[in-house]
């Protein structure tokens, strides 16, 4: 009985991307300094030699946060995530902007689009503050191998 023959459950190839996905994490890793470079350069040979899902856990199993906190402290997570915050504000002005003609042109007396803008108000600024903590404002996040995250 071979390893593509197992009684067992099936196991899952991994990706070239999946692969690549952990040798970032653990080139983070060793940047950051958790790793050694002897222990970073092993991991790493394995990575890229592992052929199923299952071998690619317990290479970042013993790092924080499976590694991705360092994979979201490089300096391409910190510009992207600086960027989709910018994207935000800027829907934020747009959306506001249009708002208010809106208010303008209806003739109210009442600043009705005071309740929407506040609402989206508080959405950047939750944005802005939790950006470094939440790990789904990361580009990489949704690029982790789901036996990772």
């Known amino acids: ?13 991994t990706s070239d991307q999946e692969r690549e996905r952990i040798a970032e994490i653990l080139r983070a890793a060793m940047a950051e ?5 002897e222990e970073g350069e092993e991991r790493l040979a394995a990575a890229y030699a ?5 071998e690619l856990g317990p290479l970042t199993a013993d790092l924080p946060d499976g590694g991705r906190r360092a994979l979201a402290e490089t300096p391409q997570a910190r ?3 600086r960027r989709h915050l910018q ?12 708002l208010t003609g809106l208010w303008a042109l209806s003739g109210a007396h009442f600043f009705w689009p005071a309740i929407p803008l506040l609402f989206l108000v508080m959405g950047l600024a939750r944005h ?22």
């Open 33 to 37: 300094g958790r790793l050694t470079l």
């Open 1 to 13: 009985m071979n390893e593509y023959t197992t009684s067992g459950p099936a196991r899952m190839r």
């Open 128 to 149: 802005a503050r939790w950006r470094r903590y939440a790990d789904h404002y990361s580009p990489h996040y949704h690029h982790v191998a789901p036996w990772n995250r």
């Open 50 to 54: 592992s052929k199923f899902r299952d």
């Open 87 to 98: 994207r935000h504000a800027g829907f934020v002005v747009v959306v506001a902007l249009f």
């Open 79 to 81: 510009l992207a995530t």
